[in-house]
């Protein structure tokens, strides 16, 4: 694998443990590969071990602005790396990876969105992507506890221009007014909005995904509606 070298633009705390990055690729042929939500990169710092990050802005954000973002769990490894580094450094980029979710597999349908923790990543690639569509978006978003959710401003904008934002915290602290416990749960709890018509996107833990494939099938989403990036 190779990788083009690109300048770390801008590097922001967004929640505890999680830090976004903007990263400007030195050629062109690296933004122009990213054409789909949910692709991903390799990337590295100095000579270190790479690894693998989402694109956390939509292609024609990256393309308009010249940059990728990515939100990186900032305590260990690779991400830790790129969250300790100044403005200006260097950081080795590779090709745009993977297909990205097939987004057209759920066109004119109203569109789940499933994630817990750095998970949202792609996932507001693909609400960015669809903001100004007709296409009704809902979003299930868990965390541990208020102070690790990242991108409030954001949650905010999305719900102040229609898409449906749903918290759900696993471990809250005193206060927390909005739901407890896993995402799965909320969206059942709701009683299962959108089935069977919907189609979804999943990125998170492995439970998650699991349990919400499930319960989408239960509910007569078909496999072939469930929308995941790798």
């Known amino acids: 694998m190779s990788f083009t070298p690109a300048q770390l633009v801008q590097r922001q705390q967004e929640a505890e443990g999680l830090t976004q990055i903007r990263l400007r690729p030195s050629d062109g042929a690296t933004l122009s590969g990213y054409t789909r939500p949910g692709q991903f990169v390799q990337l590295k710092v100095g ?41 200006g450094a260097e950081v080795g980029v590779s090709a745009v990876i993977g297909g990205g979710f097939a987004l057209e597999r759920g066109a004119d349908r109203p569109l789940l969105l499933f994630a817990t923790g750095s998970g949202i990543s792609p996932v507001r690639a693909v609400i960015e992507h669809l903001l100004t569509s007709a296409t ?16 409030r401003a954001s949650l905010a904008g999305w719900a102040a221009r229609g898409v449906q934002v ?3 915290l696993s471990q809250p602290e005193p206060g927390w007014e909005g739901h407890v416990g896993y995402v799965q749960a909320l969206w059942a709890e709701q009683g299962h909005p959108f089935a069977p018509e919907a189609a979804a996107v999943l990125c998170g833990v492995k439970g998650m995904v699991t349990d919400v494939s499930a319960a989408l099938l239960a509910q007569g989403v078909p496999k072939e509606r469930m929308l995941l990036n790798f």
Do not use: K
Request: proline residues 10%; aromatic residues 10%; hydrophobic residues 45%.
């Open 166 to 168: 749903h918290l759900s």
């Open 136 to 151: 009704p978006l809902a979003l299930y978003f868990g965390a541990r506890s208020e102070a690790r959710l990242p991108w």
């Open 47 to 87: 000579d270190g071990n790479p690894s693998y990050f989402a694109i956390a802005n939509s292609p024609g954000q990256a393309q308009e602005s010249g940059a990728l973002e990515f939100l990186v769990q900032d305590q260990t490894g690779v991400g830790a790396a790129l969250a300790a580094l100044p403005p």
